[in-house]
């Protein structure tokens, strides 16, 4: 063969194997992609803006959910009476707002291939026209399929459709429970029991403003101990919904959620912080607020338990909610014992004027004097001095191990019966409460039993006790020692 001719012979072989390798790219074998080696580039598909949407509707399996703009916002076509969060239906329809295609498939042959033969989410959406939008399986290449009916397959983000997956409860306008973050009173009842814890801040209730919280008794006022209230006080403020199962119950399903009769019903009363426009600028032009505060009552009715959560609703709602049960458990079984302070001694030392120490039958009298200073600048400060029969003493540093003295345990109706080691007798500067009696007694071979004001229930390790007496005495040895030193 000549030269040349085999050469045309093997140009053609070339051509024929390109033209061979091109048709095998784009034939589809079994439904696969082709491999993408560019990102494609995004076409919309279908536009359209809550504004022109008059009706939506999307069907899941059997279930069809159809909500119509109205005047007032979105409405349920089944039932007017269900709540529909407008904001979620905004969140919904941006979706269609400019709903873009990565990928077009044109004039597909058997719409079965992309599952769009039983769509898994079926779209109607009424404008000027109606439209119709299927979104079937998913892609290999991300994205699922869908169609608008024209004979094209496009491939769109998953997110639409699972966006057009919302179940009807999850369209529910839930209730808000308000910022509960400053309370003054909580009110629990049973059928057997009630709760009322307050807030008063320097009430002149107990011998100690560093108390805050009240058990309300009648009319009687028991301290509280603050950090177990405030605990408390967190699991009420942290309350939440898990989610909605009845958004009109009628009175036997309110029977059947516990809640025709509560099992138990809580009332908070709060205080609300709002900013109010005074109608002023400031000289910069901007707009000048105040802080309006008004109390307001929260009130949420608990029912039956349901595993771990618990039926609630608020009061004169139909609305019923799942809730932690949490919540339910701790309020069923507060009681004043579980919030009762334990505290051996809780108080400062500005009020103290004066101070008697019991010890081995020898009383120490110990006075305050107030001590005024100038600084370079003319700012005058004034600071204190104790003093034991004219000598200067650190006695606060005795009290301060008081302060810091944890309780063991405690046992009601109670009495000292053997000796006592140490009794202080603190002096205030307090009309409610102008003596603070602390007495320690022997009990047992490792503890002592406090009295203060004549209540006896605290116990506390004696070791801290003899601690006590040591430094005290430690102290007085200390002042004798100078003394004699000095002559």
Not at 138 to 155: I, M, P, Q, R
């Amino acid at each position: 063969m000549k030269r040349g001719k085999k050469l045309f012979v093997l140009m053609a072989v070339l051509l024929a194997l390109l033209g061979g390798t091109y048709v095998m790219k784009q034939i589809n074998f079994e439904g696969e992609e082709p491999e993408e080696t560019e990102a494609a580039e995004e076409v919309v598909i279908f536009a359209a803006t809550e504004e022109e949407i008059t009706q939506i509707a999307w069907t899941l399996g059997d279930v069809t959910l159809t909500f119509t703009q109205t005047e007032e916002g979105w409405e349920y076509l089944e039932d007017e009476n269900f709540p529909v969060d407008n904001d979620m239906m905004v969140n919904v329809l941006a979706k269609l707002e400019k709903l873009s295609s990565t990928k077009t498939i044109e004039n597909a042959a058997d719409l079965a291939e992309y599952g769009l033969d039983e769509p898994v989410v079926k779209i109607n959406v009424t404008t000027g026209k109606n439209s119709e939008i299927l979104i079937g399986d998913k892609s290999a290449l991300g994205g699922c399929y869908a169609s608008l009916g024209d004979g094209n397959v496009y491939l769109i983000e998953e997110a639409v459709k699972n966006m057009f997956s919302k179940e009807l409860y999850d369209l529910v306008l839930e209730e808000e429970i308000p910022d509960m973050s400053t309370v003054l009173e909580i009110g629990a009842k049973t059928d057997t029991s009630e709760l009322s814890i307050i807030y008063r801040e320097e009430a002149g209730i107990t011998y100690s403003d560093e108390y805050v919280w009240y058990w309300k008794n009648g009319e009687n006022y028991l301290a509280l101990d603050n950090e177990l209230t405030e605990s408390l006080l967190e699991t009420i403020s942290g309350i939440s919904w898990e989610e909605c199962v009845n958004y009109h119950a009628d009175v036997e399903e309110l029977n059947e959620y516990g809640l025709s009769t509560p099992v138990l019903t809580l009332n908070v009363s709060y205080v609300e912080s709002t900013q109010v426009d005074t109608g002023k600028k400031d000289d910069d032009g901007n707009v000048i607020y105040e802080t309006k505060e008004e109390t307001k009552n929260f009130v949420l009715e608990l029912g039956s338990y349901s595993d771990d959560s618990c039926y609630a609703k608020l009061k004169d709602s139909k609305m019923v909610y799942l809730i932690d049960a949490v919540l339910v458990d701790t309020l069923m079984y507060t009681t004043y014992d579980s919030l009762r302070p334990d505290d051996v001694l809780l108080m400062t030392w500005d009020e103290v004027t004066g101070i008697d120490v019991i010890l081995d039958g020898t009383t120490y009298t110990v006075t305050r004097e107030s001590v005024e200073s100038t600084d370079d600048d003319g700012n005058k400060t004034v600071s204190y001095i104790y003093k034991l029969e004219d000598k200067e003493i650190e006695i606060l540093d005795v009290l301060d191990m008081l302060v810091a003295m944890e309780s063991t345990g405690s046992k009601d109706g109670i009495t000292p019966e053997r000796a006592e080691e140490i009794r202080f007798v603190l002096h205030r500067d307090s009309e409610n409460f102008p003596e603070v009696e602390l007495a320690f007694y022997q009990y047992d071979s490792s503890s002592c039993l406090v009295s203060l004001n004549g209540e006896s229930r605290l116990f506390v390790d004696r070791a801290d006790v003899t601690d006590v007496v040591e430094a005290f005495t430690k102290m007085m040895l200390e002042e004798d020692t100078e003394t004699t030193v000095a002559q």
